[in-house]
């Protein structure tokens, strides 16, 4: 038996998982991220205020990085006028794709960081 620890022993092996320490260098990210959010709310105050206190972390300026994060949604989607912004299932993926860009971000200023 080995004394060595392999985060394969705590999260399982899987066979497509990459093994290099980057990778566990971003799950400890995502981990840290992930910790305290209340991700079965569908309180919009409640995932509102997670985010504030997310981007909060990062130290730039929240309507700068939410202003490009969600012109950021609209390239991707083509949306251009307001009347694609009536498209209801447009509007609810700019949405999604924004909360992504902005998760993506704060995961990627932590991992430069080095916090974990």
Same mark, same amino acid.
């Given at each position: 038996m080995s004394d060595s620890f392999s985060? *394969?022993?705590?999260?399982? #092996? !899987?066979? *497509?998982? /990459?093994?290099? /320490?980057?990778?566990?260098?971003? +799950?400890?990210v995502l981990m840290r991220l992930d910790a305290g959010?209340?991700? +079965?709310? +569908?309180?919009?105050?409640?995932?509102?205020?997670q985010y504030e206190e997310r981007l909060a972390e990062i130290g730039v300026d929240q309507r700068s990085l939410s202003y490009v994060a969600t012109q950021r949604a609209f390239r991707a989607?083509?949306?251009? +006028?307001? #009347?694609?912004? !009536?498209d209801r299932q447009?509007?609810?993926m700019a949405i !999604?794709?924004?909360?992504i860009w902005l998760d993506a971000f704060a995961a990627g200023v932590f991992f430069e960081r080095g916090d974990s």
């Open positions: 985060p *394969n022993d705590f999260f399982g #092996a !899987m066979p *497509n998982r /990459p093994d290099h /320490p980057d990778f566990w260098k971003l +799950t400890n959010l209340d991700v +079965t709310s +569908t309180d919009r105050d409640v995932q509102e205020r989607l083509g949306i251009e +006028t307001r #009347a694609d912004l !009536m447009r509007l609810e !999604m794709l924004s909360s």
